[in-house]
T-cell receptor
């Protein structure tokens, strides 16, 4: 089934630990995004990639890094987790970076940093 | 700054009609999206408006007025499965999406 797969589904992580959230899509979309969703706030963009080999910073990039070695994969890494990074993380893709194509979302990763 | 406003929560009755409003102030405008998000699930795309007017898609319609910075999502013949959060998002001059906090819609029998 075409779509976006995120792993893990949920994770409890000790502060200071390193963690990589995985995201894979099979729709051959050029643009990919990482968002975090917190109660009472809109989705906030962490990092994005308009095409393989390029990445950019979103609204809340500090403490996170990404890579885009190929079209399908867009992992998000927390180098040293802090409790404020407790959130639900969504990976998304679209077939255009011009902002007029709908986003397709993965099912999310619920991360708790203790 | 850029801002999207939508009501935090609304309640409606099964079979009725509900209108969810969204007002926005952004640097530029390249379209407005509505997404539906059931609790614990991913957002899913509902509609896209870039020109003024009403777009109808089955039981759901979305309206846009660019001069007023205003949109609404109209849901007709409400069903229990419509209980969800509805997210409004605007594509700004840099084609970045600015998201509202979402409106939680509660449907009562």
């Amino acid at each position: 089934i075409a779509g976006i797969t995120q792993a893990p589904t949920s994770q409890i992580l000790a502060a200071g630990r390193r963690m990589t959230l995985r995201c894979t899509q099979d729709m051959r979309h050029n643009a990919m995004y990482w968002y975090r969703q917190d109660l009472g706030l809109g989705l906030r963009l962490i990092h994005y990639s308009n095409t393989a080999g390029t990445t950019g910073k979103g609204e809340v990039p500090d403490g996170y890094s990404v890579s885009r070695a190929n079209t399908d994969d867009f992992p998000l890494t927390l180098a040293s987790a802090v409790p404020s990074q407790t959130s639900v993380y969504f990976c998304a893709s679209s077939d255009s970076d011009t902002g007029n194509s709908p986003l397709h979302f993965g099912n999310g990763t619920r991360l708790t940093v203790t | 700054g850029q801002n999207i406003d939508q009501p935090t929560e609304m309640t409606a009755t099964e079979g009725a009609i509900v209108q969810i409003n969204c007002t926005y102030q952004t640097s530029g405008f390249n379209g407005l999206f509505w997404y539906q998000q059931h609790a614990g699930e991913a957002p899913t795309f509902l509609s896209y408006n870039v020109l003024d007017g009403l777009e109808e898609k089955g039981r759901f319609s979305s309206f846009l007025s660019r001069s007023k910075g205003y949109s609404y999502l109209l849901l007709k013949e409400l069903q229990m499965k419509d209980s969800a959060s509805y997210l409004c998002a605007v594509s700004d001059s840099n084609y970045q999406l600015i998201w509202g906090a979402g409106t939680k819609l509660i449907i009562k029998p």
